[in-house]
């Protein structure tokens, strides 16, 4: 199967903001945020203290965080090859290859660890904390036919690892 895909600088800071969203600690401080600033409306506390401990850990959430995640993306995105331009994806039954105007990457299915589905995103681990990110829109139909490919090949790494 080969899916070309690019991903600009926008998509990149929307998949960022996806990703990091889909946590449940961010959707926890982000809920406790709005929760604060529906206080802060409607029972403003005496103590001046507590004011200003609720302002700023609102100003933190909703406001440094998300300035924090967009400029790690962005520096992210402008310092790798891997990221920025149009890529070629190719997935054969021994191998994941990726194609990109200045460079060319090889990976056995025994290095993918896992495949994380977003709403709109597909990730592709090499490790903890590498893997490709790919829009589901390249995919068109051929999505589920790429989701069983892959799951298969990572399913049938699973008793090599359980025997060591």
């Known amino acids: 199967m080969v899916i070309e895909s690019e991903l600009t600088l926008k998509k990149y800071r929307n998949f960022c903001f996806a990703y990091m969203y889909e946590h449940p600690l961010y959707r926890m401080l982000t809920l406790y945020a709005v929760i604060m600033i529906f206080f802060l409306f409607f ?3 005496d103590n001046s203290i507590i004011f200003s401990v609720q302002l700023i850990s609102i100003i933190i959430i909703l406001v440094v965080l998300p ?3 967009l400029r790690n993306s962005d ?4 310092g790798s090859k891997l990221l920025n331009g149009k890529r070629i ?3 054969t039954d021994n191998i994941v290859s990726v194609r990109g105007e200045s460079f060319k990457s090889e990976y056995h299915w025994e290095n993918v660890t896992k495949m994380k589905e977003l709403k709109n995103w597909i990730v592709i681990f090499f490790g903890k904390r590498s893997g490709f990110v790919i829009p589901k829109e390249v995919f068109g ?3 589920e036919e790429f989701k069983r490919l892959v799951r298969g090949k990572i399913r049938a790494q699973k008793p090599k690892e359980s025997q060591k």
């Open 89 to 91: 994806y190719e997935f």
């Open 43 to 45: 029972d403003t506390p």
């Open 75 to 78: 520096r992210r995105y402008e």
């Open 141 to 143: 139909d051929n999505f």
């Open 67 to 69: 300035l924090r995640i």
